[in-house]
């Protein structure tokens, strides 16, 4: 885990002398190790042998794009490669590019120009966003309420939670670009229609913070306060996704020995 007194070493990939040169002037913090790469196919050879805090990728990079540097870098096997933080560097601030560069599996996003503190309040969010991430302990989800609805029929959990497991990351995905485009409609419905699932699953804080962000798109409050709640949605579910997957195992184990009873020797 960094400790908050230890540098950050961060890898930038930028083509472009003019930026090269404002970045390294911006960036020259003693508690930040930087370094640069000119193309997409560097920044993901020196992101997969090296070890970096923080990956910035300009868009328009020369061979791979900044979207499929992104793509590769989280497609990497080494779980502290794949799971680097990335920051999207692009002259394009539509909703539909941030989303874009979400969907690439970027962590945050810079328009340029930007000047010195809007780089800094970036890399410190998505820091301690890092760092909150690394301190959060798993969610285990309660599954008593599921229990009893299922009246102790194991097939039936078995099949909730497989189905639990495959909608609920695609319904993320989903809310995550309804937020992005300022869809109050998406968003208030996705919200919605996830809540039920979470309280199936036991997941009482993340059913919290869907009705929470069901009651903001119905009033049309900000987005701003949205995102941060999906963040905390996102994050708890995700957490949550190893606990289902061990009880699942656990049940379809109960239930295969069930079935083995009455089967003579």
């Given at each position: 885990?960094?400790?908050?007194?230890?540098?950050?070493?961060?890898?930038?990939?930028?083509?472009?002398?003019?930026s090269?040169?404002?970045?390294?002037?911006?960036?020259?913090?003693?508690?930040?190790?930087?370094?640069?790469?000119?193309?997409?196919?560097?920044?993901?050879?020196?992101?997969?042998?090296?070890?970096?805090?923080?990956?910035?990728?300009?868009?328009?990079?020369?061979?791979?794009?900044?979207?499929?540097?992104?793509?590769?870098?989280?497609?990497?096997?080494?779980?502290?490669?794949s799971?680097?933080?990335?920051?999207?560097?692009t002259?394009?601030?539509?909703?539909?590019?941030?989303?874009?560069?979400?969907?690439?599996?970027?962590?945050?996003?810079?328009?340029?120009?930007?000047?010195?503190?809007?780089?800094?309040?970036?890399?410190?969010?998505?820091?301690?966003?890092?760092?909150?991430?690394?301190?959060?302990?798993?969610?285990?989800?309660?599954?008593?309420?599921?229990?009893?609805?299922?009246?102790?029929?194991?097939?039936?959990?078995?099949?909730?939670?497989?189905?639990?497991?495959?909608?609920?990351?695609?319904?993320?995905?989903?809310?995550?670009?309804?937020?992005?485009?300022?869809?109050?409609?998406?968003?208030?419905?996705?919200?919605?229609?996830?809540?039920?699932?979470?309280?199936?699953?036991?997941?009482?804080?993340?059913?919290?913070?869907?009705a929470?962000?069901?009651?903001?798109?119905?009033?049309?409050?900000?987005?701003?306060?949205?995102?941060?709640?999906?963040?905390?949605?996102?994050?708890?579910?995700?957490?949550?996704?190893?606990?289902?997957?061990?009880?699942?195992?656990?049940?379809?184990?109960?239930?295969?020995?069930e079935?083995?009873?009455?089967?003579?020797?």
């Amino acid at each position: 885990m960094r400790t908050a007194n230890k540098s950050i070493r961060i890898l930038v990939a930028e083509d472009h002398d003019v930026s090269r040169f404002i970045l390294s002037k911006c960036m020259n913090r003693p508690d930040w190790i930087v370094e640069f790469v000119r193309s997409g196919r560097e920044a993901v050879n020196h992101a997969a042998q090296n070890k970096y805090d923080l990956v910035m990728l300009d868009i328009e990079l020369p061979d791979f794009n900044g979207y499929q540097v992104a793509q590769l870098i989280r497609s990497t096997p080494d779980k502290q490669i794949s799971n680097i933080p990335i920051i999207a560097m692009t002259g394009h601030s539509s909703n539909a590019d941030i989303a874009k560069a979400m969907r690439a599996g970027m962590n945050g996003h810079l328009n340029k120009p930007f000047n010195g503190d809007q780089l800094n309040n970036c890399i410190q969010t998505i820091m301690n966003n890092v760092t909150a991430s690394e301190n959060r302990s798993p969610v285990e989800p309660d599954l008593k309420f599921l229990l009893e609805v299922a009246s102790g029929d194991t097939d039936f959990m078995c099949t909730f939670i497989g189905l639990f497991l495959k909608e609920i990351p695609e319904n993320l995905d989903k809310l995550l670009d309804a937020i992005n485009q300022n869809d109050w409609e998406s968003t208030r419905s996705l919200s919605h229609k996830m809540k039920s699932s979470l309280l199936y699953a036991g997941l009482k804080e993340q059913h919290a913070l869907a009705a929470r962000i069901e009651r903001a798109a119905a009033g049309r409050e900000r987005f701003d306060g949205i995102r941060n709640d999906f963040n905390e949605l996102k994050n708890g579910c995700t957490s949550s996704y190893e606990g289902l997957r061990a009880s699942l195992l656990l049940l379809q184990n109960q239930t295969n020995h069930e079935s083995r009873k009455g089967i003579p020797d």
